[in-house]
């Protein structure tokens, strides 16, 4: 599975930004997607997952009530609409697939978007 983001960029604190992740490929194993993001010099950090099938969600505390993930299974997409983002969201955000195929896991992650948000 190959997977592109879009939709960083330059913000202001309290604007909204919508990220999407297209998946493209053996896109029938993915059972679950997501996105972490990661500031240099700091670890990746978890933000969102999502299971397209059954809608299931889980969000990192410092994004409860401000982001929400979604995905568009017929498009392939997966979305975080970010909202009142906070200086604090920026970072290189990417989004991960994970896919279940001949009894083995397998993850696939895209290449990144930047999101930078000003004060």
């Known amino acids: 599975v190959q997977l592109v983001e879009s939709g960083g960029g330059l913000v202001q604190a309290g604007d909204s930004l919508r990220l999407s992740c297209a998946a493209s490929?053996?896109?029938?194993?993915?059972?679950?997607m997501g996105w972490y993001r990661q500031v240099p010099g700091k670890e990746r950090e978890f933000v969102a997952f999502?299971?397209?099938?059954?809608?299931?969600?889980d969000y990192a505390d410092f994004v409860k009530g401000r982001f929400t993930i979604s995905t568009d299974n017929a498009k392939n997409t997966m979305y975080l609409q970010m909202n009142i983002l906070k200086p604090e969201d920026t970072a290189v955000y990417h989004c991960?697939?994970?896919?279940?195929?001949?009894?083995?896991?397998?993850?696939?992650w895209g290449q990144g978007t930047q999101v930078t948000v000003s004060s």
């Open positions: 490929g053996s896109t029938f194993s993915i059972v679950a």
């Open positions: 999502i299971t397209p099938e059954a809608g299931s969600t």
């Open positions: 991960y697939a994970e896919m279940y195929y001949s009894g083995t896991y397998y993850k696939s």
